[in-house]
C-alpha cells in the first residue's frame, strides 16, 4: 500500500547535521583546546533536551489537571506522564556520573573561558521550577538580586510572563478542592477522622502514662512529644489555624485540598482512588528527585571547583546545597505522613460511598 507521505532519511528527520554540528569549545577557539569541553558541552546540551521533554509532559499534565470538570479518564494519562518525568529525572541525576569523570584539573583547563555563563541562566530549568509552582518569592536570592537578573531581557520577559501562568501546583490544589466524596448527606469525612484521631491519641496517652517500664522523667518526656504530635493534628482540623499557618508560610494547600489529599491517602485502597493517590505520589517523587539533583548537582560543583565563586557569580557550591531544602514545592504532600493513621484505626466509610469508591456492576440478573 503506498503511503500519502514522502520518504523520509533519519538524520533529516532528527536534524542531526545542526545537532551534531552545535558542539562549538570555547577553549579551541581561543588556541588552547580542552579535550573534556566536548563533555562538559554535551552534557549540559543533553540536560536541556531532557528540560524541552519535562516542560512538555508537565504543559499536557497542568491542561488536562486545571479542565473543569477533569475527565477521569485523563488522571491515569497524567500518572502515565508524571512517572516519564521522574524516570527522566534520574537519568539526570545518572549523568552527573558521566561529568564527573571529568577531573578538577580537567575543567579548569577550560572554565575561565565561561565566564560570566552559568547553569543558573538556564531557562528552561527555570522555566520547569515555574512550571511546577516555585512561587518568586520563595527563591533564595542570587548575590542578592531577583533569580532573573542575570538572563538576557528577552528571557526576562519569558520568565515573567510563566509566573503568570497556571502551575502544576495551582492545577493540583484546584483539582483536590473539587475532590466529591468528603461530604455526603450521612458523611462527613471530617468529622469521622477527628474522631478516630482523637481516639487514636488518647489510647497513645494511656499507654504512656499507665507503662510501668518508664520513669516519671520518661514520662513526661513522651507525653510532651504526644502534645506535639497533637498540636500537628489540631492545625489541620482548625481552618482558621491552618490559614494561619499558610499566611506564615508554613504550609501552602488551602484546607479543602489538604482534606482532599488526606481522604485520597488514607482511602487509596478503594477503586476509584487509587489512581489519585498514585498522582499524588509521583508528583512528591517529582519534588524529592529534584530535592536529590539540586544536592548531587551541589555536591558536583563542590568537587570541581570547591568553595570558588561559581561562573556566574554565585557562591558556587553554598547556593547550590541551600537551594535544596529551600525549593521544594510539594513538601505539604510529603507531610500528609504526619497525618496518616492505622488501616485498623481508620474508620469505616458508609455503604452508600463504597459503592460510588468501587466498581460496580449489575447484570439485571439474580
Request: aromatic share 10%; charged share 25%; with cysteine.
Amino acid at each position: 500500500m503506498d503511503r500519502p507521505f514522502p520518504p523520509l532519511y533519519y538524520s533529516d528527520y532528527l536534524q542531526l547535521d545542526r545537532l551534531l554540528g552545535s558542539q562549538h569549545r570555547k577553549s579551541e577557539e581561543y588556541g588552547s583546546p580542552a579535550h573534556d569541553e566536548m563533555l562538559f558541552i554535551i552534557v549540559h546540551q543533553a540536560y536541556e533536551l531532557w528540560f524541552k521533554q519535562i516542560l512538555h509532559e508537565m504543559d499536557s499534565v497542568i491542561g488536562m489537571l486545571s479542565a473543569e470538570p477533569v475527565d477521569e479518564a485523563h488522571i491515569g494519562v497524567c500518572v502515565s506522564r508524571l512517572q516519564r518525568v521522574t524516570e527522566i529525572q534520574k537519568v539526570l541525576i545518572d549523568q552527573l556520573r558521566i561529568l564527573e569523570t571529568m577531573t578538577p584539573l580537567d575543567f579548569l583547563d577550560f572554565r575561565d573561558f565561561l565566564f560570566p555563563a552559568s547553569g543558573f541562566q538556564s531557562i528552561q530549568f527555570r522555566m520547569l521550577e515555574i512550571r511546577l509552582g516555585l512561587q518568586s518569592d520563595s527563591r533564595l536570592r542570587y548575590n542578592q538580586a531577583a533569580y532573573h537578573s542575570r538572563v538576557s531581557a528577552e528571557h526576562r520577559e519569558q520568565l515573567m510572563g510563566a509566573e503568570r501562568q497556571p502551575t502544576m501546583f495551582d492545577a493540583l490544589q484546584g483539582w483536590l478542592e473539587r475532590t466529591p466524596f468528603l461530604e455526603t448527606e450521612s458523611y462527613r469525612f471530617w468529622e469521622t477522622y477527628r474522631g478516630a484521631v482523637h481516639a487514636m491519641l488518647d489510647g497513645d496517652r494511656h499507654v504512656i502514662e499507665r507503662n510501668p517500664t518508664l520513669s516519671d522523667e520518661e514520662k513526661t518526656i513522651q507525653l510532651r512529644e504526644l502534645d506535639e504530635t497533637t498540636a500537628h493534628f489540631d492545625a489541620v482540623f482548625d481552618p482558621a489555624r491552618h490559614e494561619s499557618l499558610r499566611r506564615e508560610g508554613k504550609w501552602r494547600l488551602s484546607h479543602r485540598a489538604t482534606l482532599a489529599a488526606l481522604f485520597v491517602s488514607l482511602y487509596r485502597d478503594q477503586p476509584i482512588l487509587a489512581m489519585p493517590y498514585r498522582l499524588i505520589a509521583a508528583l512528591v517523587d517529582i519534588d524529592e528527585l529534584m530535592t536529590t539533583w539540586r544536592y548531587r548537582h551541589a555536591l558536583m560543583v563542590h568537587r570541581m571547583i570547591g568553595t570558588k565563586i561559581g561562573t556566574g557569580g554565585s557562591s558556587g557550591y553554598h547556593y547550590l546545597k541551600s537551594t535544596a531544602e529551600s525549593h521544594r514545592i510539594f513538601s505539604d504532600l510529603t507531610n500528609l505522613s504526619t497525618f496518616l493513621i492505622p488501616r485498623t484505626a481508620l474508620p469505616e466509610l458508609p455503604e452508600p460511598l463504597l459503592s460510588r469508591l468501587g466498581f460496580v456492576y449489575n447484570s439485571g440478573t439474580r
